[in-house]
């Protein structure tokens, strides 16, 4: 029995080469297949590892013509994983008081997560490297590989000797800052604060399960919460402060924050804060915040009397009251915001004017030592004109600095509006940016917002903030 011949083009490949396939003709009259001339054949034509010889067998046994057969098969690469960390604590908190269903707020919100000395915090799990594949010609075909991850940076915690397993070193509150795990001592204080117990000064945050009395002060670099009343003493945090009572502040009370406020009612004290302030009243109060003022409790949520200017915004349900006390609320950025901005580009270019002069004079020195020979560095004026470049150096670089956050408020404040759900009562001042306006009457569901260079009102449940 003759063996019939196989042409090279009865063999093909899958486009990435990880196939080889085989359409056998139907051979002429008597003329056979056999299996060592298709090896041959496939050998020739570059497959050199893969190859199926049981299936080669069934094709020629059993006259499987004109039918495209997979004959040989490379290995897939298998790509490996990248290492990551298993955390054990909350890595973010929403920080904010939610609204209850009967319509009241409930601040006991959670402003940060407490560990224990020995706690673990995560685990690292290292990356899978992955395999490499090879197609039916050996050609290499590379996997992704596992990226390990560097360990964890930050401090108050350790890495045990497994080189995985990462505990705390101190009992405190755990935070995660720009990809850094910080663990900071908390001083907690289950009792109140008075004139018994002092003022306080803290590196870190403050908890008090008591109240705050009065002509006490609470400074702390981080947060600060009280369980209880601010009863006419203050505090100062560089971070939030969530006062789950109030503020009785007795007209002495300074809350300052470089973050957002918190609190259940604001009476007669002077707040300060760099984020948002949330509450449920205020009244007789000074109050200033970059962010927004959101009195947003659906059976209180008002502004009675004192001066309220935020930035950003004011939401309420109600502001003055029927007795029409004078009260003033502000937002965007006044007069005295944009005559700082301008005070601190007219120092910006004194400065840089300043350092050209004491620059070109500078040089004039060098030019003097180079052609002299004799070295200025010990001249009375020369040292001096050294002193004035380093100052107003960093004189001009704080302005720019402080110009730069004064337009970021500007431009946050951009479209800065006063909405009122419910009442607006005469004897309330509305201010925008520049602009003022006066209610004189009794008005509901309002909006004011800056049109044209003046203050206007329409009807808060239709506006679409074009109109």
């Known amino acids: 029995m003759q063996t019939q011949l196989l042409d090279k083009s009865a063999i093909t490949f899958s486009q990435d080469a990880m196939t080889a396939y085989l359409?056998?003709?139907?051979?002429?009259?008597?003329?056979?297949?056999?299996?060592?001339?298709?090896?041959?054949?496939?050998?020739?034509?570059?497959?050199?590892?893969?190859?199926?010889?049981?299936?080669?067998?069934?094709?020629?046994?059993?006259?499987?013509?004109?039918?495209?057969?997979?004959?040989?098969?490379?290995?897939?690469?298998?790509?490996?994983?990248?290492?990551?960390?298993?955390?054990?604590?909350?890595?973010?908190?929403?920080?904010?008081?939610?609204?209850?269903?009967?319509?009241?707020?409930?601040?006991?919100?959670?402003?940060?997560?407490?560990?224990?000395?020995?706690?673990?915090?995560?685990?690292?799990?290292?990356?899978?490297?992955?395999?490499?594949?090879?197609?039916?010609?050996?050609?290499?075909?590379?996997?992704?590989?596992?990226?390990?991850?560097?360990?964890?940076r930050g401090r108050g915690f350790a890495c045990q000797e497994d080189g995985i397993t990462y505990v705390a070193a101190i009992t405190g509150k755990i935070d995660v800052v720009n990809d850094k795990i910080n663990i900071l001592p908390i001083l907690e204080i289950f009792d109140d604060v008075d004139i018994n117990t002092g003022n306080l000064d803290f590196r870190g945050d403050v908890i008090i399960h008591g109240s705050i009395c009065d002509d006490v002060s609470i400074r702390a670099t981080g947060s600060v919460t009280v369980d209880g009343v601010v009863q006419g003493g203050s505090i100062y945090a560089n971070k939030n402060i969530l006062l789950s009572g109030g503020v009785l502040g007795n007209s002495k009370s300074v809350i300052e924050s470089k973050g957002d406020i918190s609190a259940?009612?604001?009476?007669?004290?002077?707040?300060?804060?760099?984020?948002?302030?949330?509450?449920?009243?205020?009244?007789?109060?000074?109050?200033?915040?970059?962010?927004?003022?959101?009195?947003?409790?659906?059976?209180?949520?008002?502004?009675?009397?004192?001066?309220?200017?935020?930035v950003c915004g004011i939401e309420a349900n109600s502001?003055?009251?029927?007795?029409?006390?004078?009260?003033?609320?502000?937002?965007?950025?006044?007069?005295?915001?944009?005559?700082?901005?301008?005070?601190?580009?007219?120092?910006?270019?004194?400065?840089?004017?300043?350092?050209?002069?004491?620059?070109?004079?500078?040089?004039?020195?060098?030019?003097?030592?180079?052609?002299?020979?004799?070295?200025?560095?010990?001249?009375?004026?020369?040292?001096?004109?050294v002193r004035i470049r380093v100052r107003d150096r960093a004189k001009k670089a704080a302005d720019e600095e402080e110009l730069r956050k004064l337009q970021i408020m500007v431009d946050s404040a951009r479209g800065a509006d006063v909405r009122v759900a419910k009442k607006v009562y005469p004897g309330v001042h509305v201010s925008i940016d520049t602009c003022d306006a006066r209610c004189k009457m009794e008005f509901d569901d309002v909006i004011f917002v800056k049109q044209m260079d003046k203050v206007v009102m329409r009807k808060l449940s239709e506006w679409d903030g074009l109109s």
Not at 65 to 87: H, S, W
Not at 279 to 304: H, M, P, W
């Open 23 to 152: 359409r056998l003709p139907e051979p002429l009259g008597a003329q056979q297949y056999q299996v060592q001339d298709i090896q041959a054949a496939l050998a020739e034509n570059g497959v050199k590892t893969g190859i199926n010889n049981d299936a080669l067998t069934q094709v020629v046994s059993k006259g499987i013509y004109n039918r495209t057969v997979a004959v040989a098969t490379g290995k897939q690469p298998k790509d490996g994983t990248d290492g990551y960390y298993e955390y054990f604590f909350q890595q973010t908190l929403d920080g904010k008081p939610h609204i209850k269903e009967d319509g009241s707020v409930d601040y006991s919100i959670k402003l940060f997560e407490m560990v224990n000395e020995g706690q673990v915090i995560a685990v690292y799990h290292p990356a899978i490297p992955g395999e490499d594949g090879y197609t039916v010609k050996e050609t290499p075909v590379r996997c992704k590989r596992g990226r390990e991850l560097p360990p964890l």
């Open 264 to 310: 259940k009612f604001l009476e007669f004290a002077t707040v300060r804060c760099k984020g948002d302030i949330v509450a449920d009243v205020f009244l007789n109060t000074d109050v200033y915040c970059e962010g927004r003022a959101i009195l947003q409790s659906s059976k209180k949520g008002t502004i009675v009397g004192g001066t309220v200017h935020a």
């Open 319 to 385: 502001i003055g009251n029927s007795a029409e006390v004078r009260t003033h609320v502000l937002v965007g950025n006044g007069g005295e915001v944009l005559k700082k901005m301008e005070q601190l580009r007219n120092g910006i270019r004194a400065a840089a004017e300043n350092i050209a002069k004491a620059e070109e004079l500078l040089q004039k020195f060098e030019e003097f030592e180079e052609k002299t020979g004799q070295s200025c560095k010990e001249d009375p004026r020369r040292i001096q004109l």
